[in-house]
């Protein structure tokens, strides 16, 4: 008899409360691993409902829609003959919970509650369930639903955090978040003689994060041993996340499958072929571990299940699957992959409009957000060209085209899909007129050009006719408060006109449907508050608008050498950035961002990151950035104590001023662990005093002594 056992895990593109579409996609994954000869096969968390489902977890529905779902997927004899692990909530008690239910030939042979709940950073999952908290080798008898009795007679399923014994080895369970935590129940499971640890995910990306992840997947199978299958949700849930998948298997620390990061798929299964005898190898090895393994006194409920894993015999064709080198995007990668599959399945999903449209500026952000939609209409074509008829379908549904056509190249998709339009002024520069028409020419958008100057006289006409004062601009001799009214016009009124615009050009050319209007501001911009409310900024969606200016940058740089003949996206990377919303004098531009906003973007990303990640208030952010950014000696660079702190209150300062501009956000693609989303991720007062006056206080008589101390340094000098 071998050892060898056929496992798999995947990536479901799952939708919340698509309860229709999330249970063909589960179904297809389970007769794929079945083809593919798997004798066990997990899926992502929640996957019945989806894991985004947010307050409709609330609704008794959800949970009784999960039930009939899982009631006909426990009655297709297709699905028999394999371990199914299947991720749904359900109520006992009264009591919500967040479960994994393991099925066998059409009966539930246990349900496995999660134990430690994700409620951090974009995470609320004790907003709707509640932790297992019962000892381990305690477990419940749960009265089925008829919907389940009614197809076997099956009254009752074991529930706790309990194990699968099948003939020959032990399976045991971990979903997502539990393995982050300081006392993982991988562990106690492998101390427990469980030799394949289960994971259901519902991980989403963020930017360089993958790697804190899959090292934690990684150690734990390095240090203890066994077998670790993860699977995890993919794509957009309907709301600000994107899923990253990347489905692993795991033996003793090396990986043997590895599911994609970013994909079309709506369905990817992994499977490998895996040996018992390397784990009971390397596990009997390690002395310290087995001395653990036998004080061990955390003990689980064991399901025994007639059911053997193993090959029963010899096969000369079937060997272990080989390791593997693991797979990592650069962060330029992640940006042009990750929003653009958040932007396909938002599009694909949303039931009416035709494509998206941009009010292209000429400048960087603008840019980087068209070029997140190239490669959009990019992985598209290639999705097609590799025979996905799914994407075809959802492409010509979108585009309102007949089943015989499919396009030539990537262009063509961008045309029908992807609309843009300079909106200019009197302030607005030939350069960056030109920039924006040669981009959209060569992604092949559907492009416009108009001049807005009538439409900005009229407004301020018509103010000048009510007050009998007319604005003018600072640089003709205009207060800061004309100034600043003249400048918001403009980008208001872009607002409107791209909604106008979004609306009707798909009319124009003789099409239907709306399209979806795309800001472009990024979190650096948005967390100094540097834009108008009610601007550009203001659309129903915004990729970039939780990427650094700095990322953005590199971001373009990649673009410009992974696609073909984009030679102008060098033009953009070199322009210095500009509202262009002040008049122009002598051919020279009067206003630049970073002048504008008295920090520079570089500056902006410490500060951000300062703030959120690392919980800093404005007088521990000064202490941090004394260290690092203050001036040595007279031969290095850097800044004085001073000027650090100004630099630090002038952010605070217009942090407070604008913070709420933030409760009004476009609802921006989640990619950067700094992100301002006020939704849920960045939660604080929408009134802050300005002043900071404690603090800044603090840092002021700190900054006295050190001149003070300096002072005393150099005469002694």
Same mark, same amino acid.
């Given at each position: 008899m071998t050892n060898l056992i056929t496992v798999s895990s995947c990536n479901l593109n799952q939708w919340a409360l698509d309860f229709k579409g999330n249970k063909?996609?589960?179904?297809?994954?389970?007769?794929?691993?079945?083809?593919?000869?798997?004798?066990?096969?997990?899926?992502?968390?929640?996957?019945?409902?989806?894991?985004?489902?947010?307050?409709?977890f609330y609704e008794n529905d959800t949970i009784t829609h999960s039930w009939e779902v899982l009631a006909d997927i426990i009655k297709d004899t297709r699905l028999?003959?394999?371990?199914?692990?299947?991720?749904?909530?359900?109520?006992?008690?009264?009591?919500?919970?967040?479960?994994?239910?393991?099925?066998?030939?059409?009966i539930i042979q246990g349900i496995r509650p999660k134990k430690w709940l994700?409620?951090?950073?974009?995470?609320?999952?004790?907003?709707?369930?509640?932790p297992w908290m019962k000892p381990d080798d305690y477990t419940i008898k749960l009265k089925l639903p008829h919907v389940i009795q009614n197809i076997n007679g099956q009254e009752y399923a074991k529930m706790g955090n309990l194990t699968i014994d099948c003939l020959g080895t032990k399976i045991g369970f971990e979903t997502c978040e539990e393995l982050f935590t300081p006392q993982s129940p991988n562990i106690d499971l492998s101390l427990n003689g469980v030799e394949i640890i289960c994971n259901s995910s519902g991980s989403h990306h963020e930017l360089r994060k993958l790697n804190q992840r899959l090292d934690l997947i990684i150690n734990a199978t390095k240090r203890c041993g066994g077998i670790y299958l993860y699977a995890n949700q993919i794509g957009c849930d309907g709301d600000r996340l994107y899923y990253d998948g990347c489905a692993l298997i795991v033996v003793n620390g090396e990986i043997v499958a590895q599911g994609s990061q970013f994909s079309l798929n709506e369905v990817e299964v992994i499977t490998a072929t895996v040996d018992l005898d390397e784990v009971r190898s390397y596990r009997s090895s390690v002395i310290s571990r087995n001395m653990q393994a036998m004080a061990n006194t955390n003990l689980f409920t064991n399901i025994k299940i007639p059911f053997l894993l193993e090959e029963g015999k010899a096969n000369s064709s079937l060997k272990p699957t080989s390791k593997k080198e693991i797979r990592y995007h650069l962060p330029e990668e992640e940006i042009a992959m990750g929003p653009a599959c958040w932007l396909w399945d938002y599009l694909r999903r949303c039931g009416g409009p035709s494509g998206y449209f941009i009010p292209l500026s000429g400048g960087i952000d603008s840019c980087a957000t068209s070029m997140i939609v190239y490669s959009m209409c990019d992985l598209v074509f290639k999705?097609?060209?590799?025979?996905?008829?799914?994407?075809?379908?959802?492409?010509?549904?979108?585009?309102?085209?007949?089943?015989?056509?499919?396009?030539?190249?990537?262009?063509?998709?961008?045309?029908?899909?992807?609309?843009?339009?300079?909106?200019?002024?009197?302030?607005?520069?030939?350069?960056?007129?030109?920039?924006?028409?040669?981009?959209?020419?060569?992604?092949?958008?559907?492009?416009?050009?108009?001049?807005?100057?009538?439409?900005?006289?009229?407004?301020?006409?018509?103010?000048?006719?009510?007050?009998?004062?007319?604005p003018i601009y600072k640089i003709f001799g205009g207060s800061s408060t004309e100034n600043l009214a003249l400048q918001n016009i403009q980008a208001r009124l872009r607002m409107v006109l791209s909604y106008l615009f979004a609306q009707l050009l798909p009319w124009c050319r003789n099409s239907s449907g709306g399209l979806l209007v795309l800001?472009?501001?990024?979190?650096?911009?948005?967390?100094?508050?540097?834009?108008?409310?009610?601007?550009?900024?203001?659309?129903?969606?915004?990729?970039?608008?939780?990427?650094? *200016?700095?990322?953005? %940058?590199?971001?373009? $740089?990649?673009?410009? #050498?992974?696609? =073909?003949?984009?030679?102008?996206?060098?033009? !953009?990377?070199?322009?210095?950035?500009?509202?262009?919303?002040?008049?122009?004098?002598?051919?020279?531009?009067?206003?630049?961002?970073?002048?504008?906003?008295?920090?520079?973007?570089?500056?902006?990303?410490e500060f951000g990151y300062l703030r959120k990640v690392?919980?800093?208030?404005?007088?521990?952010?000064?202490?941090?950035?004394?260290?690092?950014?203050? *001036?040595?000696?007279? %031969?290095?660079?850097? $800044?004085?104590?001073? #000027?650090?702190? =100004?630099?630090?209150?002038?952010?605070?300062? !217009?942090?407070?001023?604008?913070?709420?501009?933030?409760?009004?956000?476009?609802?921006?693609?989640?990619?950067?662990?700094?992100?301002?989303?006020?939704?849920?991720?960045?939660?604080?007062?929408?009134?802050?005093?300005?002043?900071?006056?404690w603090g800044s206080s603090r840092i002021d008589s700190l900054v006295e002594e050190l001149e003070k101390a300096e002072k005393e340094i150099m005469k002694l000098d």
């Open positions: 063909e996609r589960i179904i297809e994954s389970i007769l794929i691993a079945k083809k593919q000869g798997s004798k066990l096969r997990i899926g992502s968390e929640l996957e019945i409902t989806g894991y985004g489902c947010l307050d409709h028999y003959n394999i371990l199914i692990d299947v991720g749904m909530p359900l109520l006992f008690e009264n009591c919500r919970y967040n479960c994994r239910v393991i099925i066998y030939n059409g994700a409620n951090d950073g974009n995470y609320r999952e004790m907003r709707y369930f509640t999705a097609i060209t590799n025979g996905n008829k799914k994407v075809l379908a959802d492409l010509q549904k979108i585009t309102k085209q007949n089943k015989e056509w499919v396009p030539e190249n990537t262009e063509q998709i961008s045309n029908k899909l992807f609309h843009t339009c300079y909106m200019g002024t009197s302030n607005s520069s030939n350069d960056t007129r030109s920039r924006a028409k040669a981009l959209a020419e060569r992604i092949g958008a559907y492009h416009t050009t108009l001049n807005m100057d009538s439409v900005v006289s009229a407004m301020v006409t018509l103010f000048e006719v009510t007050t009998g004062k007319k800001g472009s501001s990024n979190v650096d911009e948005c967390l100094r508050g540097y834009l108008t409310k009610y601007d550009c900024s203001s659309a129903d969606l915004n990729p970039i608008g939780a990427i650094s *200016k700095t990322d953005l %940058k590199k971001f373009i $740089l990649y673009c410009s #050498e992974h696609f =073909d003949n984009f030679s102008i996206l060098k033009d !953009f990377i070199t322009a210095v950035p500009t509202a262009e919303l002040e008049p122009i004098v002598e051919g020279k531009y009067t206003q630049q961002d970073e002048a504008d906003m008295g920090v520079t973007y570089d500056e902006l990303s690392e919980k800093l208030g404005i007088y521990s952010m000064f202490i941090k950035l004394l260290h690092k950014w203050v *001036k040595k000696c007279e %031969k290095t660079r850097g $800044l004085t104590p001073r #000027e650090i702190a =100004d630099k630090v209150k002038h952010f605070h300062k !217009f942090y407070a001023i604008n913070r709420h501009k933030q409760t009004t956000l476009t609802p921006a693609y989640h990619a950067e662990n700094y992100s301002t989303d006020d939704n849920r991720f960045d939660l604080r007062p929408i009134l802050i005093n300005s002043k900071f006056e």
